[in-house]
Structures are given as C-alpha cells and as structure tokens.
C-alpha cells in the first residue's frame, strides 16, 4: 500500500493568512493526488484533483501543486470557512489510500 | 442536485451482519464507479470497495475482502455493501462516494451511516 504522509498534522492560523499543507507518499505518483476538505460531522468534499485540477465551485484561493512524491495544497488568504480538516488521497493505484490529516485551526 | 444518502447503518454483535445501502439521485447512476469509504476517529479515512458501473470490475480493500460484498442495482439507482462477519474493528462511519471519471477520485459523498460493531 502506498503510504501518506502529510504535514503538519494541526496548525493554527489567523483569516487572511496563506496556509500550505503538505504531502509525501512512499513511492512516485505521478500527477494522481488528490485533496479533501472536510467539516465536524460532515463528509469531506473533493476540492482538487490529479495534483492541481480545482473541482468545480471551489474558490480559486486554493491551489495544488508537486508531481511524484511531494505535494502541496496552499490557501492563498485563510477565509473563515476554511477553518475544516484537508485530507491528500492518492488514486494512482488501489489500495486508494488517504493522509491521516491536517486540521486547520483559527488562531 | 447530486444526492446520496446511505442507510443501513446501527449496532451489531462480532460476527454479525449488516447490509447497506446507498440511494442515488440528481445524476445518470448507471454511467458511474461507485464507492464505499469508511472513517474512524483513529484509523481516519480508509476505502473499503469499489465497483464499476456496470459491476463488471469490483475491488475491495484486504481488511475487507472475503467478509464484504459490493453490488449495484442500476434499475434502482442504488449501491449495496454487504457486510458479513463483523469485526470490532469495522466500527467506523460509512460513507458511499461516486467515482469521478478518474478511478479512485470520489468526487460527491453521502452523508455517512454509523456502524458499531460491539458485544
């Protein structure tokens, strides 16, 4: 199974701030990364595909970058409706595995 | 509007037995992938199964395989998962998720049914 390795696992930050999470995954992915947003008792929502993609209706202050094992999910200005769980997925091969999270916080 | 709502869900013995299901509406269910993804508060976010959308390729994690079966009822715009000798571990939130044109990329989400696996 590929392995997910994102950081950091919290972070705190203020409305405005540019946030970036980060991903590492154990063997080359190519482009196929994935990123999720997810709020308390909600499901998560897909907000970018195969690295960089911007689903559709998600802002454009996020953005996704890297290729083969690193990669990088930035929010350019922290709005208050960002305040949620980001989870990187890689769908390159089955098992199709996640990161284990990065909660981001208001300071 | 994309719609998925699971069912099925509640409190079961090991070794029991749970079916559930997940009800499409808002798109042409027959084109799509389907998806099972499963969530603990320790084990995060897993994914359990998938098949295509003719039922014509099904994959299942190994935690799962042989114990949980995925099917599909295109007529009825509904997913299944089959779940038979329950474990503790297996206590999680389900979710069913449609597959996006990619394979492993799920791109609408229902809202979750609780699984509790527990004597």
């Known amino acids: 199974d590929i392995q997910m390795t994102q950081s950091p696992s919290s972070l705190s930050a203020s409305v405005g701030d540019r946030v970036t999470i980060t991903c590492r995954t154990g063997q080359s992915i190519s482009s196929y990364l994935n990123w999720y947003q997810q709020k308390p008792g909600k499901a998560p929502k897909l907000l970018i595909y195969?690295?960089?993609n911007l689903e559709g209706g998600v802002p454009s202050r996020f953005s996704g970058s890297g290729s083969g094992t690193d990669f990088s999910l930035t929010i350019s200005s922290l709005q208050p409706e960002d305040f949620a769980t980001y989870y990187c997925q890689q769908s390159y091969i089955p098992p199709w595995t996640f990161g284990h999270g990065t909660k981001v916080e208001i300071k | 509007e994309v719609q998925l709502v699971e069912s099925g869900g509640g409190l079961v013995k090991p070794g029991g037995a749970l079916r559930l299901a997940c009800a499409a509406s808002g798109f042409t269910f027959s084109s799509y992938a389907m998806n099972w993804v499963r969530q603990t508060p320790g084990k995060g976010l897993e994914w359990v199964s998938s098949i295509n959308f003719s039922s014509g390729f099904i994959y299942y994690a190994d935690s799962v395989k042989g114990r949980f079966t995925i099917s599909r009822d295109n007529a009825k715009n509904s997913l299944y998962l089959q779940m038979n000798s329950l474990r503790v571990e297996d206590t999680a939130v389900y979710f069913c998720a449609r597959g996006k044109t990619a394979a492993g990329t799920y791109d609408y989400w229902g809202q979750g049914t609780l699984v509790t696996v527990s004597s």
């Open positions: 195969t690295t960089s």
